[in-house]
């Protein structure tokens, strides 16, 4: 059975931090490309990060909203990835999903969201 996740979220005043964890199980995790991404309320989901599989050079990429302020880490021994969210603005407040994607075969494994609330 396949399962993806998240947790860590929670609410925190504006310049502050948290740090996001998605475990996934049921599939072989190292071989998927993982990606962090969020909904705001009234807006559309928005990739934020992602970490490409290590076969793939493990390539990282962020958002420009994001970029210098968040960090994403896999540890595929763990079947975890992380998102370190630093100096964090009212306007990240948002779900925060993680999605690993495969992609060969085109799986997409979707976790059920975590809450981040930025408060100023």
């Known amino acids: 059975q396949v399962r993806v996740v998240e947790s860590g979220g929670g609410v925190v005043q504006s310049g502050g931090s948290l740090k996001l964890s998605c475990v996934g199980s049921?599939?072989?995790?190292?071989?998927?490309?993982m990606k962090w991404y969020r909904q705001a309320p009234g807006k559309e989901r928005e990739l934020v990060a992602f970490?490409?599989?290590?076969?793939?050079?493990?390539?990282?990429d962020y958002a420009d909203a994001v970029r210098g302020r968040f960090t994403i880490s896999r540890d595929d021994a763990k079947s975890t990835v992380y998102l370190q969210m630093n100096s964090l603005k009212t306007e990240d407040t948002g779900v925060y999903y993680c999605?690993?994607?495969?992609?060969?075969?085109?799986?997409?494994?979707w976790g059920q969201g975590t809450q981040v609330t930025v408060s100023s």
């Open positions: 970490q490409l599989r290590a076969t793939n050079h493990g390539s990282i």
């Open positions: 999605n690993a994607h495969h992609y060969f075969d085109g799986y997409d494994f």
């Open positions: 049921g599939f072989l995790f190292e071989k998927f490309d």
